[in-house]
């Protein structure tokens, strides 16, 4: 899970992304509303944890530009304890849910993973890169023409290098995908069902798709 924080306040927002991290999510931090808008328009992210209050605009300001832009990424909005107008303001402009600060940090965690769950589709189904294609909503997989036969795991493998290809995917991202976030990103498995999806797509046909970047992770893509 990828996760965006937009906090202003340092201390917290570091506390927050530390946190993330230790559970093995990959968390971003940013602290003020342009730096939030920036990061959050790539749409690179499975949620955004936005602050109400940012210096250059409001989280509700952020949040209804990014929906009026067409990003549909859900978003979190931290808003103040008792704060009801806040609240009512947050899911007005945009966001899935709203936490009080403030907040038990378990309780932020569940809501994070419930919201990156729910996460509609925003992406197209079916994807082509040079002969493999593949329909993530039917959940097949051809290169050249051939269909491949692949298990849930090496599926959601694959899922996850065709919408992020191009892009270096460390080994905690992955397992955090494929897995969950309790699964050691170092274990061998991991290893293991690279090499099985590489005999499924790659082996016997050019060009190869999947590159190890040693001791960065793993690059999809020709």
Request: charged share 30%; proline share 5%; glycine share 8%.
């Amino acid at each position: 899970m990828r996760v965006l924080i937009v906090e202003d306040d340092p201390e917290l927002g570091g506390l927050v992304r530390d946190g993330l991290r230790a559970q093995r999510i990959d968390a971003t931090l940013a602290t003020s509303f342009a730096d939030g808008r920036e990061r959050a328009a790539a749409g690179e992210h499975d949620v955004v944890i936005l602050d109400v209050r940012l210096p250059g605009g409001s989280g509700f300001e952020l949040c209804g530009e990014l929906r009026r832009a067409g990003i549909s990424t859900p978003v979190l909005m931290l808003t103040a304890l008792d704060a009801v107008d806040d609240r009512v303001s947050g899911l007005e402009s945009g966001a899935d849910d709203y936490l009080t600060k403030p907040f038990a940090f378990r309780e932020l965690l569940a809501r994070l993973k419930a919201l990156a769950r729910r996460r509609p589709a925003v992406v197209p189904a079916q994807h082509r890169i040079t002969d493999l294609e593949v329909d993530l909503s039917a959940r097949t997989v051809r290169r050249a023409g051939k269909p491949i036969l692949l298990t849930a795991k090496e599926f959601a493998l694959l899922e996850l290098f065709v919408l992020h290809q191009g892009r270096a995917l460390d080994r905690t991202t992955i397992t955090a995908h494929v897995w969950d976030d309790n699964h050691d990103p170092f274990a061998n498995v991991l290893d293991v069902l690279v090499r099985r999806l590489r005999r499924k797509i790659d082996d016997g046909f050019e060009p190869k798709l999947i590159t190890t970047l040693r001791g960065a992770g793993y690059r999809f893509g020709p």
